[in-house]
């Protein structure tokens, strides 16, 4: 998974607790991103980064917050995870600008929200 | 209606088949088209990438963009067992400014039989 943790890999909260999901990474790429993917929807992006400290928001970002002060670690946390928030979620990184779309995904984390 | 556009299937085959798999696109602007290969419970895994029009061969893998029909195929030669999996299409409009946005297909899911 070229060189992407992701942490935890599984987790089970209760409605109304926040989260923070951990993505880290080895290769010292420029770009990280989070996705979601569900049923029906495929992979849609909440939150993305193009440097320390520099992040924007997806086409899904309502509930979620980011976070990245190292280069190679990226943040996702939910302020108040509610039921919509289950979900698989995936960090990706690419190298940068000129490669910003040859993106490398890490292996998930499976997010159960009761 | 969804930017891209892919049927989820199944779709299930004997070994040694040829698989097609197809997306359909409504944005012009995606000049950057890639294939992602998702075992179960595993991130997504990049296949092939192709820019603008043409084929592009990759051993049993050949990936097929038309971009004045807006369409786009991924072709497995002697299909193996070992190949059923998701198969996402993926696409983008460029690179630079635009950091690389992916727009990804909901995935089509391959069986292969022995």
């Known amino acids: 998974d070229a060189g992407i943790t992701q942490s935890p890999r599984h987790k089970v909260t209760e409605t109304g607790t926040p989260v923070t999901l951990r993505c880290h990474q080895t290769?010292?790429?420029?770009?990280m991103y989070w996705y979601r993917q569900d049923p029906g929807h495929g992979l849609r992006l909440i939150h993305y980064?193009?440097?320390?400290?520099?992040?924007d928001k997806g086409e899904v970002s309502d509930g979620y917050s980011v976070s990245r002060s190292k280069t190679e670690d990226f943040l996702l946390t939910l302020e108040s995870a509610t039921s919509s928030q289950t979900s698989v979620y995936f960090c990706?990184?690419?190298?940068?600008?000129?490669?910003?779309?040859?993106?490398?995904f890490g292996p998930g984390t499976r997010l159960t929200v009761l | 209606q969804k930017e891209v556009e892919q049927d989820p299937g199944p779709l299930s085959v004997p070994e040694g088949a040829i698989v097609s798999l197809n997306c359909t696109y409504s944005?012009?602007?995606?000049?950057?088209f890639m294939w992602y290969r998702q075992y179960s419970r595993k991130g997504p895994e990049l296949l092939m990438y192709t820019y603008s029009s043409g084929n592009k061969e990759d051993g049993r893998f050949t990936a097929q963009v038309d971009k004045s029909s807006k369409y786009i195929s991924l072709f497995i030669r002697d299909s193996q067992p070992s190949d059923s999996a998701t198969y996402l299409c993926?696409?983008?409009?460029?690179?630079?400014?635009?950091?690389?946005?992916?727009?990804f297909g909901r995935g089509t899911q391959l069986t292969v039989w022995p």
């Open positions: 990706a990184i690419s190298p940068g600008p000129d490669d910003a779309d040859t993106q490398y």
């Open positions: 980064s193009y440097g320390v400290k520099d992040t």
């Open positions: 944005n012009s602007a995606f000049q950057y």
């Open positions: 993926a696409m983008s409009a460029g690179r630079g400014s635009t950091l690389g946005r992916l727009y």
């Open positions: 290769e010292n790429h420029r770009y």
